[in-house]
């Protein structure tokens, strides 16, 4: 630690047997898909390099980085059996490390090979369909960086999904929660061009960091410095004034055209369905920068759950939001954002008095990613593990009382990608209060728990051990 690009990881990943090559020749579509979709559906998943594709000669693909939960322990150099609860705690005391600022260097392996004349992203890229009815080539794990064009001192680093359109030409989804939404309205209300660069196969901690809902003024780069333990090394940009990772293999650099829109998707999304077409911004590609030796290009399989996406977006997710309701709510002991980036959240928390969980549902919905995203929320008291599923349905089945313990909230913003809705965009809200009632409310009878003998623990691990034996 740290990983100062996607290189040294899968060095990393190779010694832990956490990566799988595969040296046959494959097809670029549906093998590479299908492979990337079982690998994250098999327990610990390893990360897939497809060293020989057809049609595309000396290029080389790499799936399912963030693709299990033992993956994601070795991005953060942690022993790769960690548990999931054990990762969200870590997380989150490396995050109150921030910030840790960059390390601006002068030379970086992307910077070897630069192309400004008769630029073609097919020619460059190894491309394929992340799922059959996509609408094209889809980069959905490029890293956007891009400036606040009213104040430069606020930079972007965010992952959004973009479709191949042309050669040099590529629509984006910017949806109107995202911080890139906010640089476009500026832009285009100066009538100012938006400067954007792509960076394209990154280091886990990146893409990690690039995924967080962090605040609007927060910087990325000096986030990723504290879940690291060091700076993390950027470079500028070849044109524009941008700070890019070092260590990625491709940079690619544009415009986002201004009041103009095009057609983007379908696309294969988080929520398990494919998003419908949509019009969206485009970027016009200017310029290419790239490592001399043959790339590693990154893609993110996404699809029905759990995929990819979803290991990707469990806790850097639970832990942003934890982290912002912890700041004004200490009671709060964990969240769990894990399923459907967030759409279902379970909260674990203290209670402060009667009625406080409802508090803590309406605080989550004022966070940057819960203005849209959560409409399941269910919070659990501090002895309930929010992670373990079984914990949170016994609270849901002996504490939560439907005529006193539901808050819905109508006609409230949404992700747009939620295929339930009848108006994109708007939807409703359910906080369940499945936590034991505080002064003033009316307690439970008969509510005393039964404790767990004391040599519990003990036996457990005695039995695991025995089980072993018998392998």
């Known amino acids: 630690m740290p990983y100062n690009s996607l290189r040294d990881f899968l060095v990393k990943a190779e010694e832990e047997g956490q990566l799988l090559r595969i040296n046959e020749e494959v097809r670029p579509e549906p093998d590479i898909r299908a492979a990337s979709c079982a690998a994250s559906k098999v327990q610990g998943g390893p990360v897939l390099l497809f060293e020989k594709i057809q049609g595309y000669r ?49 030379d970086a392996p992307h910077k070897d090979v630069i192309i400004e004349k008769n630029i073609s992203l097919f020619r460059e890229l190894p491309l394929f369909r992340v799922n059959r009815m996509d609408g094209g080539f889809y980069f959905s794990k ?38 890139l939404a906010i640089f476009l ?66 940079i690619i650099e544009g415009e986002i055209v201004i009041r103009h829109r095009a057609v983007e998707g379908p696309f294969s999304e988080y929520p398990g ?44 997710t639970s832990v942003t939001v934890f982290k912002q309701m912890k700041a004004d709510f200490p009671e709060v002991e964990a969240v769990n954002a894990m399923y459907t980036h967030g759409y279902g959240t379970i909260i674990s928390s203290r209670m402060r008095f009667g009625g406080f969980a409802k508090t803590l549902g309406c605080r989550l919905l004022s966070t940057p990613h819960g203005v849209t995203y959560p409409k399941i929320i269910i919070v659990v008291d501090e002895e309930v593990d929010p992670f373990d599923l079984q914990q949170v349905m016994w609270a849901m089945t002996v504490r939560f009382r439907p005529e006193r313990d539901v808050a819905i909230i109508p006609n409230a913003p949404a992700s747009t990608l939620d295929p339930t809705h009848l108006v994109r965009g708007l939807g409703s809200k359910i906080i369940i209060d499945a936590a034991k009632p505080a002064f003033p409310d009316i307690p439970l009878s008969d509510a005393a728990l039964v404790e767990p003998p004391k040599e519990t623990a003990f036996w457990m691990e005695e039995i695991k051990k025995r089980m072993e034996g018998l392998k």
């Open 185 to 250: 309205r500026k832009a285009e209300e100066m009538n100012v061009p938006l400067r954007v660069a792509v960076s394209i196969s990154n280091d886990p901690v990146t893409s990690f960091v690039a995924s967080s809902p962090l605040k609007y003024e927060e910087d990325e780069y000096a986030m990723m410095g504290a879940l690291r333990g060091e700076p993390t090394e950027v470079i500028s940009s070849e044109k524009g004034d941008l700070d890019v990772p070092a260590g990625a293999e491709v």
């Open 273 to 316: 369905s494919y998003s419908t077409s949509m019009l969206q911004v485009e970027i016009q590609v200017d310029l290419i920068s790239k490592r001399k030796d043959p790339i590693f290009f990154e893609n993110l399989y996404t699809g029905l759950p759990w995929t990819e996406i979803d290991y990707l977006q469990a806790l850097n």
């Open 58 to 106: 000396d290029k080389k693909v790499v799936m399912n980085v963030h693709g299990s939960w033992e993956n994601l322990a070795l991005s953060f150099d942690l022993p790769k059996h960690t548990g999931v609860r054990e990762q969200f705690h870590e997380i989150a005391r490396r995050w109150d490390s921030y910030p840790v600022p960059s390390k601006r260097v002068s």
């Open 142 to 179: 490029g890293c956007v960086v891009a400036r606040d064009p009213e104040n430069p001192d606020i930079q972007n680093v965010g992952i959004y999904r973009m479709q191949l359109k042309d050669h040099d030409r590529i629509g984006i989804q910017i949806s109107a929660q995202h911080d």
